[in-house]
């Protein structure tokens, strides 16, 4: 029983990597359609509420706007999706710990299980950076790479937060 509870810990955290690998293997052209659909989505949800012409379609400086805010809708979703990789694996490690964790060692401990957390996420991202490179359309993105990394440090720091180091949820 406690066996199956340790890898059930893990269960959010390997979906969650399935579900980034999926993102990661659409084509270019699907994967612009999707963000800047969003994108302009909420462009046009602001409009609607706010009557501010700068984010009408009918404007002609409109399209430029989208693709900026669309560029950087884009990029800060790899720290998005890699901050929830990051809290799943670092709650995974430490609810799968038990009760005693973090036992003989205390702060050290959490440290470098903290740290063997968000190489994981790292390790992750760059198989994940490297797939991409078989999907038409996508290329291997050191800058990607740089925001997984951030992103998989503040989860992992997140983590740290949420669970006290005997395995109770903090308020």
């Not at 609810?95 to 205390?106: A, I, N, S, T």
């Not at 290329?139 to 997140?158: M, N, P, Y």
């Amino acid at each position: 029983m406690e066996r199956a509870r340790r890898w059930l810990a893990f269960v959010p955290a390997v979906l969650w990597a399935g579900f980034i690998f999926y993102m990661s293997s659409q084509n270019a052209t699907v994967s612009d359609g999707t963000s800047s659909g969003i994108v302009r989505d909420v462009a046009a949800a602001i409009e609607s509420v706010t009557h501010w012409t700068a984010l009408s379609p009918a404007d002609p400086g409109f399209t430029t706007r989208v693709d900026l805010v669309d560029s950087i809708f884009r990029e800060s979703m790899h720290a998005v999706e890699y901050l929830v990789f990051g809290l799943l694996v670092g709650l995974g490690v430490r609810l799968g710990q038990g009760r005693g964790w973090p036992g003989p060692g205390g702060r050290k401990r959490v440290l470098k299980t903290a740290l063997v957390c968000f190489l994981a996420c790292v390790a992750y991202s760059l198989t994940d950076e490297s797939h991409q490179l078989f999907v038409p359309g996508r290329a291997f993105e050191l800058l990607d790479l740089t925001l997984d990394a951030i992103g998989s440090a503040l989860g992992v720091l997140l983590s740290l937060r949420i669970i006290r180091p005997y395995g109770r949820i903090q308020p």
